[in-house]
């Protein structure tokens, strides 16, 4: 720590802090416009001005030391602030009584009021541009940019989209996406972050133009007549007075506009934000505070919520009667559905009943879910759709290092000194968590390795991308792992200190020879061997997976091979290090951690334990079965069987994201009685007795867990549309019907009832995860959580981690004459899963309208295809028919498609399959038929979807250029010290003699016209 002084004031202060950090801590007021804590100095405004030693220097640029005495009131400071303000003026114009950022946030707006500015001294020049509206979500207003540069900031090196730049050289520079392009045909990915960072109106949501004023929706003749009386006013009134009407309509909208927060429902990234709603209006999303993504969103969190108030939404019970739906009273339906669970019981046991949870729904619900399934109808029949993606990874974590979670956070992947992405399609499933890794490796030198059939963005921006053939990841992983042991690259510390079994586990790689593995993955041995060494190089690897390797027949032993590759190099137990299975849904690893499964209860304790069952029994007040029910595999087996009868899913679309889709409705329509909850009436409802409408996430409150074992709360935004209800009542209300005598008021009282029988969830409490406060597990009693999973031990017996020897397996479904292409499938950035709320947002299905098939150039050519083509697909399983889009991002007889098509579901494709250990269906591991259809229509994909666009990187909003214009000068009197170093940005030193002559060439100049920059 040192001191320094603020306007006389002492004040403690890190060595090398900011010093525009230290000023705001003080809480001395001072300008500046283009500064956002999380985006770092950009010094395009010059609003910071500070004296400093008689210099003026930009606070947001300058580190302090220790006994600097910084003055931010100095005259010679202040006129740098009004001058660079003014000059700010020129390009803005200040309409904020009918303007819709008027909302107490905006930055321009608020500056003027702080510097008290009451007239202009630089007239405002409107610029040769037309306001861009290309874009579905959000618009750019080129007359209200201040060019700030926040938005290239971020889109550069935030979001690593790299669409943004400025001209900085043109006569009217703006911003500029894809260097000139519109938006809507641009590489940007509508994520939002340039929205918003943007200070002002430049930038804004289409969802608040018109909609967050009082006066905003005015005609836009009659908004252009109110915006000229103002200019005309102005000199004569001063904006003093046109300001205090503005507070005033500004305050009045804070009766009507509400803030609240939520945590996405989309993917385990887990981002959280506000909601600001009026009415049953989303008016936007706007990201700061969450913990795991600050001011960072995708394209779904941000702009993909339309679907909450989609005019489809159940929002009666439906019963089934004479093979039609007919619309029932609540009481009716749950009568129902209680007598029939009851009867079916009665007849044939608890084990006729099956139940699914949703990994969408809340940790709260899927507590009910399985104590209703255990604790009132008497089963461990209890699953959730961790089975159909993420169960592998957990198996592989279990073996090897004892916890079934990431172990680390999303910035200890930032740290790594290489990061490996293996079967992952990070920027597109993941998108926020790979903005990271995209920062990490554009800005601060971390490499990266990916592992895919695909060449997708991560790919493409990998140091080292490997190819390998479909299902041998576990083969190259191993062969990597033998090679570093046998050439006495492992870390023979870590080894001997933390791990077990490592004998055996050298054994077991017998097999694994790099020369194997190089023809058995279709790798050469030098890529492999660069691996190697990459890996023994780099100051801590993490490892990312996902689908690409959990949906195989291998894929628990994939996940382990993994682990042990983590282990011999020494790679957990410290930032930078570790496993990270990065889960899909919003909420799977908590459906899970809390209790949705067949063989644990909450906080993976096993139904086998006797002191664990008599924990739950005591406080249940029930007798529980002890021995491990049904997974979903299992389960439909059961149907087909006969020996379940009756199955209960909320929020799980089984029809279409089950594998082997056919056979799936097949095993459906052979229950006799089925209960399907959801918020529409999917695909899978079709198969149902009774219908419950559900409500989303925004009409309920309760807690999710990310990918990062983060737990975090979402507060009610809605009230539950018509007769809609939260899922953790319907619950309650089904079990109170079968005898429970449940009394929760609030989700908080059933946490208060998981933390009390777990010890992993001890201490948390909704007070301790109030508004963007989180935890993440395992959280100690009084309240100490681990973001980092292992520092002291790892979570088997004896503390140590254990290698775990994996064997080779075969992929099954292998292609073959009649079946001659391998078909792969994932997710796409604009859509969810199978497309039940993503395909309801308007936005989302102009970008990505239908499914498709990927086809590789050199397939296509021999085949005949072009974009657009129609194909028909045929495997052993089913058959689909879908347009083609040729691409390179998938090699030879390789093919994609898209998870998400309710009407050509890429499942009718898929086999029953499963891994060997935990019955996720290999999805993965599919051979298909290709026939050429006669028709050729439109490409699948329009032209405005953002990978038609062509990205202009560079290191920034890299202002030197626009310093370097002539009619540029440092506002004040030009001594100005530059001296940025933060973050490894820019350092440039003291401004020398030659800046201080073209400043002052620049003043001349700017004598005779006005200064715009
Ligand atoms: S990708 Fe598009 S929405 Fe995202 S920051 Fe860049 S320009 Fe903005
Ligand atoms: S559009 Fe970009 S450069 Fe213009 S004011 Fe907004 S953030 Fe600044
Ligand atoms: S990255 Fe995932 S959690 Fe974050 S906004 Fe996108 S879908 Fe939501
Ligand atoms: S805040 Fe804009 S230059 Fe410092």
């Keep these: 720590m040192i001191s320094v002084a603020i306007d006389g004031i002492a004040q403690q202060a890190t060595s090398g802090e900011r010093l525009i950090d230290v000023i705001n801590r003080a809480g001395a007021k001072l300008p500046q416009v283009c500064y956002h804590p999380q985006l770092g100095p950009i010094q395009t405004c010059d609003t910071c001005m500070v004296e400093i030693n008689g210099r003026l220097a930009r606070a947001c640029a300058t580190t302090v030391s220790a006994g600097m005495v910084a003055l931010t009131q100095s005259e010679k400071a202040g006129a740098a602030q009004h001058e660079a303000f003014d000059r700010i003026l020129s390009n803005h114009v200040l309409y904020c009584t009918v303007c819709d950022n008027d909302n107490g946030n905006c930055t321009i707006h608020n500056t003027e009021k702080l510097l008290a500015i009451e007239h202009q001294g630089i007239p405002y020049h409107s610029k040769p541009y037309e306001e861009d509206h290309t874009n579905p979500f959000y618009r750019y207003d080129p007359q209200q940019c201040i060019l700030c540069g926040r938005c290239v900031e971020a889109c550069q090196n935030v979001e690593v989209n790299e669409t943004l730049s400025i001209n900085w050289e043109d006569p009217h520079p703006r911003v500029l ?60 009134i001063g904006y003093g007075a046109i300001l205090q ?60 919520w339309d679907y909450v108030n989609s005019a489809d939404r159940l929002t009666k019970p439906l019963i089934r009667e004479d093979g039609k739906f007919r619309e029932a009273s609540w009481d009716q339906a749950l009568d129902l559905v209680a007598r029939r669970f009851s009867e079916i019981k009665a007849r044939n046991g608890p084990d006729s009943l099956a139940f699914i949870s949703s990994s969408k729904c809340t940790n709260e619900e899927s507590y009910l879910m399985q104590k209703l399934a255990r604790a ?176 195989h027949t291998m894929g628990s032993d994939t996940s382990t091979a993994i682990s042990n590759l983590l282990l011999i190099t020494g790679n957990y137990m410290r930032t930078g290090t570790g496993a990270y299975p990065l889960r899909g849904h919003n909420n799977v690893q908590g459906a899970s951690d ?66 082997n889709a056919n056979a799936v409705c097949d095993a459906l329509s052979q229950l006799e009685f089925f209960v399907m909850q959801d918020i529409f009436f999917s695909a899978t409802c079709r198969f149902a007795d009774v219908v419950l409408p559900a409500s989303p996430s925004l009409e309920k409150e309760g807690t999710f867990t990310s990918t990062e074992r983060r737990i975090q709360r979402l507060y009610q935004v809605f009230e539950p549309l018509q007769d809609s209800r939260p899922d953790w009542r319907i619950i309650q209300d089904i079990a109170n019907r ?80 009649d079946f001659d292409l391998h078909l792969n499938n994932g997710n796409l950035l604009e859509q969810f899963h199978e497309g039940n709320m993503t395909y309801r947002v308007a936005g989302l299905r102009e970008k990505t309208p239908d499914v498709f098939v990927e086809v590789s150039p050199e397939l296509a050519k021999e085949r005949g295809i072009q974009s657009g083509t129609w194909v028909q697909l045929t495997s052993r399983y089913g058959q689909v028919r879908v347009r083609a889009l040729v691409t390179d991002r998938v090699r030879g007889n390789e093919l994609f498609m898209p998870m998400n098509s309710v009407d050509s579901p890429v499942n009718r494709l898929t086999s029953s399959h499963t891994d060997l250990v935990t019955h996720t269906p290999a999805y993965k591991e599919a051979s298909v038929h290709l026939r050429v259809l006669p028709e050729v229509g439109e490409s699948p994909l329009p032209r405005v979807n953002s990978r038609f666009g062509h990205p202009t990187p560079q290191r920034g909003v890299e202002v030197e250029r626009k310093w370097r214009r002539s009619d540029y000068s440092v506002p004040g009197n030009g001594l ?38």
């Design 177 to 236: 996406w894809d260097g000139g392009s519109t938006i809507g045909e641009s590489s940007c990915v509508s994520c939002g972050h340039c929205v918003t960072v943007c200070p002002c109106n430049a930038l804004m949501e289409k969802s608040m133009l018109g909609h967050a004023g009082f006066l905003t929706a005015l005609p836009k003749p009659v908004l252009s007549g109110m915006i000229d009386v103002v200019k005309a006013i102005e000199p004569d």
């Design 245 to 304: 009407l503005s507070e005033a309509e500004s305050r009045m909208r804070e009766s009507r506009i509400r803030r609240t927060k939520t945590v996405c429902t989309y993917c385990g990234v887990g981002c959280s934000f506000d909601i600001w709603t009026k009415d049953r209006d989303i008016l936007k999303v706007e990201p700061l505070e969450g913990p795991t993504n600050g001011i960072s969103t995708c394209v779904k969190g941000k702009f993909g």
């Design 376 to 551: 009132v109808i008497g089963t461990n029949n209890m699953d959730n759709c961790s089975r159909y993606c993420q169960a592998p990874a957990t198996a592989g974590l279990f073996r090897t290092v004892g916890y079934g979670g990431d172990s680390g956070s999303i910035r200890d992947i930032e740290n790594a000194g290489l990061v490996i992405i293996i079967g992952s399609n990070t920027a597109e499933s993941h998108p926020v968590l790979a903005t990271r890794v995209k920062s990490a490796h554009k800005l601060r030198g971390q490499k990266l390795i990916v592992s895919d059939l695909r060449e997708h963005e991560m790919a493409k921006r990998a140091d080292l991308f490997l190819h390998p053939e479909p299902g041998t990841d576990i083969v190259w992983l191993s062969a990597v792992s033998r090679y570093l042991l046998e050439n006495g690259l492992a870390n023979t510390k870590f080894l001997n200190q933390w791990v077990n079994g490592l004998d055996e586990y050298k054994k077991s790689l017998a097999p694994f020879t790099m020369e194997f593995a190089a023809r058995t993955c279709g790798l050469s041995e030098d890529t492999l061997n660069k691996v190697a060494h990459m890996v023994v190089e780099a100051d801590g690897v993490c490892i990312l997976w996902a689908m690409g390797v959990t949906q």
């Design 594 to 659: 809390h209790g949705a499964m067949p063989n644990f209860l909450t906080g993976y304790q096993s139904v086998d334990d006797p002191e664990v069952r008599a924990r739950f029994e005591a406080r249940w007040k029930v007798q529980l079965p002890s021995t491990k029910g049904l997974d979903n595999y299992d389960m439909l087996e059961a149907v087909r069987k006969g020996t379940v009868k009756a199955m209960y899913i909320f929020g799980e679309e089984t029809s279409l994201v089950d594998t």
């Design 738 to 817: 079968l005898g429970a005598h449940w009394q929760y008021q609030h989700p908080s009282e059933i946490y208060s009832e998981i933390a009390s029988l777990t010890p992993m969830f001890a201490g948390v409490t909704y007070e301790r995860l109030e508004g963007f406060k989180s935890l993440q597990w395992p959280v100690a009693p009084d309240g100490t959580d681990q973001p980092l999973l292992y520092t002291k031990q790892f979570n088997l017996p004896d503390g140590k981690a254990r290698l775990f020897p994996v064997t080779l397996t075969d992929p099954t479904d292998q292609p073959n004459a």
């Design 976 to 1013: 100005v010290q530059i001296q940025t170093d933060l973050e490894g940005r820019r350092n440039y030193g003291p401004t020398d003699s030659a800046d201080h002559s073209q400043a002052r060439r620049a003043r001349r100049a700017c004598r005779s016209r006005p200064c715009r920059l």
